[in-house]
């Protein structure tokens, strides 16, 4: 999602193989995530700016595993509940368009098809996000999506429209 739109389709064209574990696909997966992330973290050590976009999903993510007691979902699994949400946000704003929203979801629903628990309750979510240690002044910053392959940063995001991403992913 925050690479390009030539290596999201090509991971969506070959998702069977993905799902498979084909050796061809998964190194090509693994060998463009990691030299993505090197290139980032490269040009923002410090986690000062562009760094911030590989927390796509986090922020909600955290607070998953947290309610959960970081037993009913691991990292990756609440990272992709999260990433879900955050989708729903970005296309709610109108910064991502409705086939674009469609096409990630289905493909993140290939491999994690899974739901929010019942068990996990809104108001606890709501409670640790603002507990997330990414906050600054008192704000957290989530990265959303304006397009696959254009991930855009905001402080903004309104507690009526984390509710809305929350219930989408029941």
């Given at each position: 999602?925050?690479?390009?739109?030539?290596?999201f389709?090509?991971l969506?064209?070959?998702?069977?193989?993905?799902?498979?574990?084909?050796?061809?696909?998964?190194q090509?997966?693994?060998?463009?995530?990691?030299m993505?992330?090197?290139?980032i973290?490269?040009?923002?050590?410090?986690?000062?700016?562009?760094?911030?976009?590989?927390?796509?999903?986090?922020?909600?993510?955290?607070?998953?595993?947290?309610a959960?007691?970081?037993?009913?979902?691991?990292?990756?699994?609440?990272?992709?509940l999260?990433?879900k949400?955050?989708?729903?946000?970005?296309?709610?704003?109108?910064?991502?368009?409705?086939?674009?929203?469609?096409?990630i979801?289905?493909?993140?629903?290939?491999?994690?098809?899974h739901?929010?628990?019942?068990?996990i309750?809104?108001?606890?979510?709501?409670?640790?996000?603002?507990?997330?240690e990414?906050?600054?002044?008192?704000?957290?910053?989530w990265?959303?999506?304006?397009?696959?392959?254009?991930?855009?940063?905001?402080?903004?995001?309104?507690?009526?429209?984390?509710q809305?991403?929350?219930?989408?992913?029941?």
């Open positions: 999602l925050l690479l390009d739109r030539e290596y389709f090509s969506n064209d070959n998702a069977v193989l993905a799902q498979k574990r084909a050796p061809r696909v998964m090509k997966v693994i060998k463009a995530g990691l993505f992330k090197t290139r973290v490269e040009m923002d050590e410090k986690e000062n700016d562009i760094r911030r976009v590989l927390n796509l999903g986090h922020t909600l993510g955290h607070a998953i595993e947290a959960g007691n970081y037993e009913k979902y691991l990292h990756g699994e609440a990272v992709f999260g990433t949400a955050v989708l729903q946000i970005s296309h709610k704003r109108k910064l991502i368009s409705k086939n674009e929203f469609e096409t979801i289905n493909l993140i629903d290939k491999f994690f098809p739901k929010l628990f019942e068990s309750k809104t108001e606890e979510l709501l409670d640790l996000i603002k507990k997330d990414k906050v600054q002044d008192g704000k957290n910053v990265v959303l999506l304006k397009e696959i392959g254009q991930p855009t940063m905001v402080d903004d995001v309104k507690k009526k429209e984390i809305d991403a929350i219930e989408f992913l029941r």
